[in-house]
Each structure stands twice: as structure tokens, then as C-alpha cells.
């Protein structure tokens, strides 16, 4: 008997349940005698018979990139004993991390827990893979396997993965497959219409899908399970594979499928660089891992900079303009072929039918729950599908395949091939007799529901429009985009674990970023008040849902829209959970950017404003934030700095007696005007007088560009304020004046640098 892929990976995770069913006490049927692959993939990762289930320390704290001498020493912090639930609710909470191992007790109470959902899952369901999966991430997720920072879930995929590449592999190459589509920027940024943002949602979800399909189109050519994926998501990913011919040629095709499919469509907008890499099986354990895993995303560049060269003469073959797409701007096709974009208005523009049927897909995104993948065209859906049409290369046959998308978890579908639940970890949901192939779809997703226009009562109920979401913000109408990336994720990803950088802990560190922006996002969207630890500043203490669109967010990046007060909001609440799941680890930030415009402003002027004030925070050195076209670090902004610029100053300065003020930074000087409730004329004077003085400031200092670090044009940054401040507050009403703290420290050379930050803020928020 032939042993196939799936039976090897089959038998890996059910071993990896034993060990969970062996630490809660439970009684798992009988292991088959064990495959020699998998005997020897134990063997390069460590797992030996006595190895144990065990808590889980935080993976985030071996992070420690050499080039960033620590201050301070990181914190050792564990994984809370919790299972990834969203039985009751849309989306699971946010396990944040513990500063101590979790007790005897509390270890206990999780092993019953374990228990039981095994005893009513696991009967009958011992050889279905899809639901063993979902047990281990629900459960061993939180456990270690071996290393106390290495998760079970992520040594039972790794050690799946290795074992299937072992199967018919004598010389024991693993080939590391890399993948990235490039051009996403270009294609979802640069649309224009009045749907713009509509479609803008459902672009980042096509590209999503695009990326599911080039995976789904390398396990099926390599007829291998989907264990081998460690991560896919954001563009891109990475396939353990077997290093043979036939991996090599897979590749090759299957790059060539998708190039000429992406040409036909998108005329070159997106290109995907797909390529792989051998190397011994054995140094997949070892300190060259990280070299190979750095090497094969290099050599994407080579293909990004050589972009369609396979399909060069199509390139460049001359073709004849028409009238062109009022949305996308693509003038290749014929013009009789463009529609209306949205039917339920009679002057909509027209637009091709790509842009079509994404802003049809923007209306009926809301509360997708399934997406099923067949083969056949005629599938009992309401929603027009999405399709990928992959020519024929050479010997490599072509195929159509369409992605249905449904809004309950079980849609009877006999004709499908993969079955996509969206956010789901119901385990009965994964045990449905007319599901196969059923896999876990990650998807940052939140949004909030809009009204039905009056003017356009056919039309599908969806997300927020950007004129809802300008007139549900505080102050001034307005609607605020936000960027945000991890800094130096490369960096982190090809030296973070230093000699430790094996493959479970890379597979480990990207499932936790993917839960953080493409599940836990949605949560604190959802429920903010559950899902905020308990120190953080709060700009807000409201617990309504956020009305904000996630245009983006997945990989180790966001990009979302919604009123604009609360976009700021947002922000500042994702930095702070992302610091503290990360165990605030020093070497992982984030910085961001935010833009705030008209409703009606072109959506990819938006996009590149604040893309713009996100690259200006990471050019000032990171872990920043830039809004009101400033940057300052994130703890600037919340008035929690511990060390400011001007401490650095004020050793040498001429007055070393200077102390921090009791307010610091700006958030407590708007937080304290809020409060005050100065009313609006008060606040327009005060405004106005604190521009004033951040003019005379930034004037002044204009004359010590070639020495901004001169005693005199630090004396102008730190001092040069105190008389027009002394003006503005003499016309505060009495009841801010008594105010000692405020007085004493809107005066204090600590907080020179933020007036304007301050007064753009206070003038929005009272327009």
C-alpha cells in the first residue's frame, strides 16, 4: 500500500493529540505503528518519547535583535492558560500574556477543559485531519511541546511538514518555498469613484483570495497537505516541500500560470514572484535555517526586478485604447463591456468588469462566513463567485476555479473542493458531513453595518459609507485613514532568535502575528472593553463598537478608515495591546500614520497621505506615530514618557534644576481641556494663541538648521514659548487658571515641542 502525504501528516497530529489527551488524562485510541518519515522528522526537531506537554513561555521575549543594546531586561512572561473560543461571540478574546507560570489549579482546570472537549469530539473523528488541526490550535496554542517556548500546535505542523517532505526523498533536501505578489499598493490604492471605499475592501479580500489560490494550487500540483504551509497571508508565503525535480518544475508552472492569468487581468498591475530553495533536512533545526528562510526571500527580488519575463513578448506587444474604466483607468477593453458600477444608480459611472463585480463584492462581504472553492461554474450561491481562470502551460493543464462565498457556516455545497470558514473554531462546525477539505480562513474583517440609503433602497446592506462614517465623528466632519506595520519585521524574522532561529519558533512568531492583525484585531473592534489590558491609557472610555472599516489587516499590517476621532482612538489602542502581547518586548513597535480628510477627497490621495506621515514616523526612528502632520514617539502622544528629548538637553543646560511636569506630553493637555469644558470661544482663543507660539517657534528655529543643537537654538526650542504662553493663559476662563498642574506645566520647557500637536487636536475635536 502506497503511503500517501496526508496519512504521514494524519499520523503526526494525532501523536500531538495523544500528548495533549496524555497531559488532561484522557484516553485517546490506539497510534498506528509510526512511519519512518515521521520517525525521522522527530529526530531533527527534537521530539523524543519522553517529551512532555508543558506551559508555555511568551515566544515574543527571545526576540532580541543584536544591533539594540537591551536597557533594561525583558520581562519573562507565559502564555495564559486559555482555548481560542468564539462560540459565544463573534470573535475570540486577546490572551494577554501572564508574568508568571500559570498555577497548579489553574493548570488543572484547563486539563478538564481539554478533557472534555476531547471526550465529545474526538470519537469518530480520529482519521478527520481538518478537526484534529483546529483541537491543537485551540488547545495547544497556549502549551509547550520540548522548548518552553516552542508551542505544540507549532511543533506538530512543522514536524507534519518535514515528515511529508521526507516521503520518497532519499538525499533528504527540503525545499523552502517562498512566494510574494507584488504590486498590491497599485492595485488596491489607486482605484477612484464614489464606491471607492466599498471596493477598496473588497480588493484587499480578492488579493487575499489570490494568495489562497496560488497555495491551494501548490499543495494540490504536489499533492501534498496543507500542514506544509507556515505561514500564507498579506501577499505572501512559505511551503515546506520535498527538494526534488518535480517541486522545481511545480513552481516554475505554477509562476507562470498565475503571471499570465495576472497579466490578462490586471495588465500588470500585480505580479507574483514565486520561487524555492533546497537545502539538508537537517539544517532546518539548526542556526542556517535562518540564512536559508533570509536567502529565499532575497531571491524573490531577483524575480520582482525581472517582472513578467516569461510572458515578455505579450508585454510589450502593442494593443489598441479605448475608453477607459472610470474606476481602475484600464483602457484595453472593448467599451460596449463596461456597466454602470453601481445598477441602483442611473448615473453611476462605468466601469469594467473586474471593478463591477469588487464593488458588488464590497456590498455583500458583510458577515461572510463561508467561502467554498469548487470547480464547477454553476454552484446554488446568491452571490455572483469570484473566479481564477489559469491557462494551460505547456504540459500543465489549465483550470478554472471559482470561489463561492456564503453568509451561514454550512452551505451544502456536494460539488466543492475546499471548504474556507471564515474566523471560525467551532469544532462541531468542522465535523459537517457535506464539508471536506474544511480549513480555518484568518481575516481582518471588522466593520461597522451602515443604514440602507433612501435614495437606493435595493441596494445590499454593507459596511459604513465614508459619509456615515465623517458624520458620526466628534468635531469636525471629517474621516480618518490609518496605516500601521511592525518595524524591522525582516530584521526580526531573519536574526530575532539569534543561533535559535529553528523553524517552529519562525512558525510560532508568524501564527502569532497573524492571530494579532487578522483575528484579535477584529475583537478589539468588537469589544473594546474585554479585550484592553488593564494598563493602558485610555483616550476614551466608551465600549461602543468602533465605527471604523478595515480596508486591510493582516500579515504584520493595517490599513483602516472610519470617523476620524475614533480612527486616533484606535490607533492608540492597538500600539498599546500590540506592546503588551508582545510582552513589550523593546525590539518589537510599531509605527503608524494617520490622515484625516473630506469625505469626498479621492480615496488614493488618503491611502498615499497616510502612507506618507506612516514613512515620516519610521524615517524619525520608529516606534512613532505621525498625526496633524507631526511625528512623535507613541508615548510622547500619551503623556507616559519615562526619557524626552529635552532630558537629554537639560544635564548641560543652563538650567539643570528643571522637573518634569505633572502633565507630560499631549493627550493629558486635551484629555484636561475635555474635561474643563472650556467652551467654544475659549477654546478657538486658546487654539489660535498656542499656534501662535508654535509659528514663533518653528520660525525661530529655522536659523539653527546647520546647528539645531547650539545653546541658543535650544534655548529657542525649550524657552521661547514662555511669554505668549503666559498671554494665553491669563485668557483661560478662572477655573482652568486654578488649576496649579495645568498652569505650571503648559509652561514647562518639557512640553514646548507639543503645541501645535495640542491645538490641532482641541480644534478638530471642537469645530
Request: hydrophobic residues 40%.
Amino acid at each position: 500500500m502506497v503511503t500517501s502525504s496526508k496519512d504521514v501528516a494524519l499520523q503526526v497530529i494525532q501523536q500531538a493529540i495523544a500528548a495533549l489527551a496524555k497531559w488532561s488524562g484522557f484516553t485517546h485510541p490506539t497510534l498506528e505503528k509510526e512511519y519512518p518519515e515521521v520517525t525521522r522528522a522527530k529526530e531533527i526537531l527534537g521530539w523524543k518519547p519522553d517529551t512532555n506537554v508543558g506551559t508555555l513561555r511568551l515566544v515574543f521575549d527571545s526576540v532580541d535583535l543584536p544591533d539594540e543594546p537591551k536597557k533594561e531586561k525583558i520581562q519573562q512572561n507565559y502564555h495564559p492558560l486559555k482555548v481560542i473560543d468564539n462560540d459565544h461571540q463573534e470573535y475570540p478574546d486577546i490572551p494577554y500574556p501572564l508574568d508568571s507560570e500559570p498555577s497548579s489549579e489553574q493548570q488543572k482546570a484547563f486539563q478538564l477543559e481539554i478533557n472534555q472537549a476531547l471526550r465529545n469530539h474526538l470519537q469518530d473523528n480520529w482519521v478527520n485531519l481538518s478537526l484534529l488541526m483546529l483541537i491543537l490550535e485551540k488547545f495547544g496554542s497556549c502549551l509547550s511541546f520540548g522548548q518552553s517556548d516552542i508551542a505544540l500546535v507549532d511543533i506538530a505542523r512543522t514536524t507534519a511538514a518535514i515528515a511529508t517532505a521526507l516521503l520518497n526523498n532519499p538525499a533528504e533536501e527540503i525545499s523552502l518555498i517562498a512566494g510574494d505578489l507584488s504590486g498590491i499598493q497599485k492595485f488596491i490604492y489607486t482605484i477612484s469613484s464614489d464606491g471607492a471605499l466599498k471596493s477598496l475592501r473588497a480588493r484587499s479580500f480578492y488579493l487575499e483570495l489570490v494568495t489562497e489560490e496560488v497555495v491551494q494550487q501548490l499543495l494540490s500540483r504536489l499533492e501534498i497537505p496543507r500542514t506544509n504551509v507556515i505561514y500564507a497571508g498579506g501577499g505572501n508565503l512559505y511551503i515546506l516541500a520535498s527538494g526534488t525535480e518535480n517541486t522545481k518544475k511545480v513552481v516554475q508552472k505554477v509562476r507562470e500560470q498565475f503571471n499570465t492569468w495576472l497579466l490578462d487581468e490586471f495588465q500588470g498591475k500585480v505580479f507574483l514572484a514565486l520561487d524555492y530553495l533546497n537545502f539538508p533536512v537537517t539544517e532546518i533545526a539548526s542556526a542556517e535555517f535562518a540564512n536559508h528562510w533570509s536567502n529565499a526571500t532575497k531571491n524573490l527580488a531577483l524575480h520582482k526586478s525581472q517582472k513578467f519575463a516569461d510572458q515578455i513578448n505579450k508585454f510589450i506587444a502593442p494593443e489598441d485604447s479605448h475608453e477607459p474604466c472610470k474606476v481602475c483607468h484600464r483602457d484595453d477593453v472593448e467599451p460596449e463591456t463596461l456597466q454602470p458600477l453601481n445598477k441602483h444608480e442611473p448615473d453611476s459611472v462605468l466601469a469594467c468588469e473586474i471593478c463591477c463585480s469588487m464593488f458588488d463584492l464590497g456590498s455583500n462581504l458583510f458577515g461572510v462566513k463561508a467561502i467554498v472553492r469548487s470547480t464547477s461554474d454553476n454552484v446554488d450561491s446568491q452571490f455572483f463567485p469570484l473566479s481564477f481562470k489559469l491557462p494551460a502551460i505547456d504540459d500543465f493543464p489549465g483550470v478554472n476555479i471559482y470561489y463561492y462565498y456564503f453568509k451561514n457556516w454550512k452551505p451544502i455545497v456536494p460539488e466543492s473542493d475546499t471548504v474556507l470558514l471564515v474566523n471560525d473554531w467551532n469544532l462541531d462546525h468542522y465535523q459537517f458531513k457535506h464539508f471536506k477539505n474544511v480549513s480555518t480562513l484568518l481575516l481582518g474583517n471588522y466593520g461597522k453595518e451602515n443604514k440602507t440609503d433612501e435614495n437606493n433602497q435595493e441596494e445590499a446592506q454593507g459596511f459604513l459609507r465614508a459619509e456615515e462614517m465623517a458624520a458620526k465623528a466628534q468635531g469636525i466632519n471629517r474621516v480618518g485613514y490609518l496605516r500601521m506595520d511592525v518595524d524591522r519585521l525582516g530584521q526580526i524574522f531573519a536574526k530575532g532568535f539569534g543561533k535559535n532561529q529553528t523553524l517552529p519558533k519562525l512558525a510560532g512568531i508568524s501564527r502569532e502575528m497573524s492571530y494579532f492583525f487578522k483575528v484579535y484585531l477584529n475583537s478589539l473592534a468588537e469589544q473594546r472593553n474585554v479585550n484592553i489590558p488593564q494598563k493602558i491609557t485610555q483616550l476614551s472610555d466608551k465600549n461602543e463598537k468602533y465605527n471604523i472599516l478595515f480596508i486591510y489587516a493582516g500579515g504584520d499590517d493595517l490599513f483602516i478608515s472610519g470617523a476620524w476621532n475614533e480612527v486616533v482612538d484606535f490607533a492608540f489602542d492597538v500600539y498599546q495591546c500590540f506592546r503588551a502581547y508582545t510582552g513589550n518586548n523593546p525590539d518589537i513597535t510599531l509605527s503608524g500614520g494617520i490622515s484625516i480628510n473630506d469625505a469626498k477627497f479621492p480615496l488614493y490621495q488618503s491611502a498615499e497621505s497616510s502612507g506618507d506621515a506612516e514613512k515620516a514616523a519610521k524615517n524619525n526612528g520608529r516606534d512613532r506615530l505621525g498625526l496633524f502632520g507631526q511625528v512623535f514617539k507613541w508615548d510622547e502622544w500619551l503623556g507616559t514618557a519615562k526619557v524626552t528629548n529635552f532630558d537629554a538637553v537639560n544635564k548641560n543646560y543652563n538650567n539643570p534644576e528643571t522637573k518634569k511636569p505633572s502633565l507630560l506630553g499631549i493627550l493629558p493637555f486635551v484629555q484636561k481641556l475635555e474635561q474643563q469644558n472650556i467652551g467654544v470661544n475659549y477654546a478657538r482663543n486658546f487654539v489660535r494663541n498656542l499656534l501662535i507660539t508654535a509659528q514663533i517657534q518653528e520660525q525661530a528655529l529655522k536659523k539653527f538648521e546647520e546647528d539645531n543643537k547650539s545653546e541658543e537654538a535650544l534655548s529657542t526650542r525649550y524657552y521661547l514659548h514662555l511669554p505668549k504662553i503666559a498671554y494665553t493663559l491669563a485668557r483661560l476662563p478662572k477655573n482652568v487658571l486654578d488649576d496649579n498642574d495645568f498652569r505650571t506645566s503648559l509652561k514647562s520647557p518639557y512640553n514646548a515641542p507639543y503645541f501645535r500637536a495640542i491645538a490641532t487636536w482641541i480644534e478638530l475635536l471642537n469645530r
